[in-house]
């Protein structure tokens, strides 16, 4: 059960009181967020009976406070308590400011919706924004880049020991006494990082003799037992874990260098070892990215492993259309999505085509073409490091989406900020976001 009109907590006194700063930018981004409509569309979400619901009003603008300030669940419910404009834009009066909400609720909130739900929150800003006429559909830029997830740095030994640690938190928790040698598996573990100059090969083969032995009487503990649907279906997805890090371990002491789909992580198992250029390596997730000149983000889409972006480049394009209900007069990548069959199927509505060659256009806009292509990679470099897209802290391929889709609407807010400073919107466009 959940509240399904969105009510003011603030009252006109109180707002000329403690909001001074008309042109404060959550106070901007409160009359631009069309909180009713979010609202109507996460309320299918909840059931009609029992418990009431947090309200939904708040919860989502905790979310969006947390992308926009670049915040931890602990920080920004401290942050509400202590500061008045985000006490203003996430809706909680004076009386509910110490019994608001915790940080495990607003995990809870996350996993109710899924991608689905949070999907909306985007839309309905997006939407918000675009019907403001403040998103051109001038150009389509389009690059990939990585999410990182927050894992350390992987090597073949510690995943072992990591699954160690895995199959002791369940035995703790199922009462099952520890049926390999603790005390040679720690004692591996100290001797490898004491070790100045390690023979990483040496010790996991070490790892991997315990681990083998471990392993079999796991899987056999595990049927023995009886459990309930929901914690035997998370036994059987630790045991896959578990027998693709076996098999991987195999492949590597046998000598291969290419392992296909390596794991890297056990608590991200999505993650995976990508290059970028030709020493760097990140481990995460890639995401494919489309902007309009100005640079707000239009699409994202997350995926496994390194981006193909040859082979994603034309439903980009079309997811890119489709949002803007319009066909942009340009498309501009760089080389990597370059391809016959991707020139060829381009809509013929768009005028310049330019895929990381000068010749690909005009000589009159290919200055243009160039300084857009540049741009795409400023707009990249301001998400990761300003926008928080740098390093998701959600788990799974699930989690990362959710997490750039959050980030997305906190960037796409922070856009319209940053063109009000530098008078990019006419008089007409402004008005739409007067302080009520």
């Known amino acids: 059960m959940i509240e399904t009109t969105y009510q003011e907590a603030h009252s006109a006194e109180w707002k ?105 929150i985007e839309y309905a800003i997006f939407e918000a924004l675009d019907q403001l006429g403040i998103i051109r559909c001038d150009q389509a830029l389009i690059d990939s880049t990585v999410e990182e997830n927050d894992i350390v740095f992987p090597t073949d030994s510690h995943l072992i020991f990591k699954a160690f640690l895995k199959m002791e938190s369940f035995a703790k928790a199922h009462q099952i006494p520890q049926w390999w040698d603790h005390d040679a598996v720690k004692q591996l573990w100290r001797s490898l990082n004491l070790d100045k100059d390690p023979n990483h090969w040496l010790y996991l083969l070490q790892f991997y003799h315990l681990f083998k032995n471990a392993l079999k009487v796991f899987k056999k503990q595990v049927q023995a037992l009886n459990l309930a649907k929901k914690k035997e279906k998370k036994a059987r997805h630790l045991i896959a874990l578990l027998e693709i890090l076996f098999e991987q371990t195999q492949q590597k002491l046998a000598g291969e260098k290419q392992i296909k789909n390596r794991l890297i992580s056990l608590d ?138 959050l980030c997305q609407a906190a960037y796409n807010l922070k856009k319209v ?11 007409e466009a402004w008005d739409h976001f007067i302080f009520p």
């Open 16 to 120: 000329k009181l403690h909001i001074l700063n008309k042109i404060h930018p959550l106070v901007i981004f409160r009359s631009i967020i069309p909180w009713q409509l979010i609202i109507t569309l996460l309320a299918p979400f909840y059931s009609e009976t029992g418990k009431k619901g947090k309200n939904i009003r708040m919860m989502v603008a905790i979310l969006l406070l947390q992308k926009l300030e670049g915040l931890s669940n602990r920080v920004v419910i401290k942050s509400i308590q202590e500061n008045r404009y985000h006490q203003y834009f996430c809706n909680i009066p004076d009386e509910e400011l110490f019994q608001f909400v915790d940080d495990s609720t607003l995990t809870l909130f996350i996993k109710r919706f899924g991608i689905q739900g949070i999907g909306l």
């Open 268 to 405: 991200e198992p999505d993650a995976r070892a990508i290059k970028k250029g030709k020493r760097f390596t990140e481990f995460g997730t890639s995401v494919q990215m489309s902007f309009n000149r100005d640079g707000f983000m239009i699409t994202t889409d997350v995926c496994i492993g390194q981006a193909n972006d040859k082979g994603a480049y034309l439903s980009i394009l079309k997811s890119f259309i489709q949002r803007m209900a319009n066909t942009p007069d340009a498309v501009i990548t760089d080389l990597m999505y370059r391809s016959k069959n991707n020139i060829k199927n381009t809509p013929k509505k768009i005028k310049h085509i330019f895929l990381g060659r000068s010749d690909d256009v005009a000589e009159e806009v290919q200055k243009e073409c160039h300084s857009a292509r540049a741009a795409t990679e400023g707009f990249i470099a301001v998400a990761k490091n300003l926008r928080h897209f740098g390093k998701s802290l959600y788990q799974g391929i699930e989690g990362d989406q959710i997490w750039t889709t």
């Open 417 to 427: 900020f940053q063109l009000y400073q530098e008078e990019r919107f006419s008089d």
